[in-house]
């Protein structure tokens, strides 16, 4: 795979709203294989207006059809395939762009710090307004900001909050966090975010947050909604899950590159998370072949 999934870099059509919208076309391709596995840092969003087509992650795959839409999370690998006419509109934004002092209070569902973005599609699955409220909002921005009328910044800012309220309402559940809160914690995720593949201990951050030991752990917990260490071992899943299928690498040099020196380690916690080693995870995803999509 080396070589082949590729680190796109968006370039946004407003340089402070942080954003990219452009309309797809696509002719039916019968033999049409899966396109490359990319990911960037912004949130997608492919809505769909007409045709099908199939949308592969790291553990799952959808099947899109008729009017639908999809969310993909931040720098969440990905790769698509279209065997028939197919009309979309794709959506990418800067999350962190758009974290005003209101939304940083939902700073762990929109940061994706313990649940993907990506979760959020199987309770939209099952909510039919909500789904089409969300389709509908989405149009908007998306006209808005292709018109590129009087105010139309206006517009756009005022659609993606409202966005983040459609996700944060049906997303998992979490504490709101208060802007003082987030102050505190986002240097401790940022230092962890720079050096998850080093040896980190809690002793680190404390000087980050001027918080005693017992009470840091109390207080992470308590605002992200997972222990400290189980935040970290989930950043280096994370990383260790895109080497698998980026890089031509060992299971052992890929969990030193995650943060796990030890393999027994590596494999004892990413099984925990993902239900398979990390070879049977790369087994499933690398050979060429044509996944049941889910409905």
């Given at each position: 795979?080396?070589?082949?999934?590729?680190?796109e870099?968006?370039?946004?059509?407003?340089?402070?709203?942080?954003?990219?919208?452009?309309?797809?076309?696509?002719?039916?391709?019968?033999?049409?294989?899966?396109?490359?596995?990319?990911?960037?840092?912004?949130?997608?969003?492919?809505?769909?207006?007409?045709?099908?087509?199939?949308?592969?992650?790291?553990?799952?795959?959808?099947?899109?059809q008729?009017?639908d839409?999809?969310?993909?999370?931040?720098?969440?690998?990905?790769?698509?395939?279209?065997?028939?006419?197919?009309?979309?509109?794709?959506?990418?934004?800067?999350?962190?762009?758009?974290?005003?002092?209101?939304?940083?209070?939902?700073?762990?569902?929109?940061?994706?710090?313990?649940?993907?973005?990506?979760?959020?599609?199987?309770?939209?699955?099952?909510?039919?307004?909500?789904?089409?409220?969300?389709?509908?909002?989405?149009?908007?921005?998306?006209?808005?900001?292709?018109?590129?009328?009087?105010?139309?910044?206006?517009?756009?800012?005022?659609?993606?909050?409202?966005?983040?309220?459609?996700?944060?309402?049906?997303?998992?559940s979490?504490?709101?966090?208060?802007?003082p809160?987030?102050?505190?914690?986002?240097?401790?995720?940022?230092?962890?975010?720079?050096?998850?593949?080093?040896s980190?201990?809690?002793?680190?951050?404390?000087?980050?947050?001027?918080?005693?030991?017992?009470?840091?752990?109390?207080?992470?917990?308590?605002?992200?909604?997972?222990?400290?260490?189980?935040?970290?071992?989930?950043?280096?899943?994370?990383?260790?899950?895109?080497?698998?299928?980026?890089?031509?690498?060992g299971?052992?040099?890929?969990?030193?590159?995650?943060?796990?020196?030890?393999?027994?380690?590596?494999?004892?916690?990413?099984?925990?998370?993902?239900?398979?080693?990390?070879?049977?995870?790369?087994?499933?995803?690398?050979?060429?072949?044509?996944?049941?999509?889910?409905?």
């Amino acid at each position: 795979m080396e070589g082949n999934a590729k680190n796109e870099q968006v370039n946004y059509h407003h340089p402070l709203l942080r954003y990219k919208i452009w309309d797809l076309e696509f002719p039916p391709l019968p033999s049409a294989p899966w396109n490359t596995w990319h990911y960037h840092k912004e949130v997608e969003i492919i809505i769909l207006l007409e045709g099908m087509m199939l949308v592969e992650t790291v553990d799952r795959v959808y099947k899109l059809q008729g009017l639908d839409l999809l969310l993909l999370g931040s720098s969440r690998l990905h790769r698509t395939r279209r065997t028939e006419h197919v009309k979309q509109i794709v959506l990418q934004f800067d999350m962190l762009a758009q974290l005003d002092s209101y939304a940083k209070e939902f700073a762990p569902v929109l940061l994706e710090l313990s649940e993907p973005l990506d979760r959020v599609n199987e309770i939209l699955k099952g909510n039919a307004a909500a789904k089409e409220a969300m389709y509908r909002l989405l149009l908007g921005i998306s006209n808005e900001a292709s018109e590129m009328g009087a105010g139309y910044e206006l517009a756009v800012s005022g659609g993606f909050k409202q966005l983040l309220a459609l996700i944060v309402r049906h997303a998992v559940s979490s504490a709101p966090m208060s802007p003082p809160d987030w102050q505190r914690l986002k240097p401790v995720l940022d230092y962890v975010e720079a050096r998850y593949p080093e040896s980190i201990h809690i002793q680190d951050v404390l000087p980050l947050v001027h918080l005693e030991y017992h009470y840091f752990i109390k207080y992470f917990q308590q605002h992200i909604g997972m222990s400290f260490v189980d935040y970290l071992h989930l950043r280096r899943i994370k990383a260790s899950e895109r080497l698998l299928l980026t890089k031509p690498l060992g299971i052992a040099d890929i969990g030193i590159q995650s943060g796990f020196p030890n393999v027994t380690q590596f494999i004892r916690i990413f099984k925990r998370y993902n239900g398979c080693t990390p070879s049977e995870f790369r087994k499933k995803r690398l050979p060429v072949h044509e996944p049941e999509p889910a409905e």
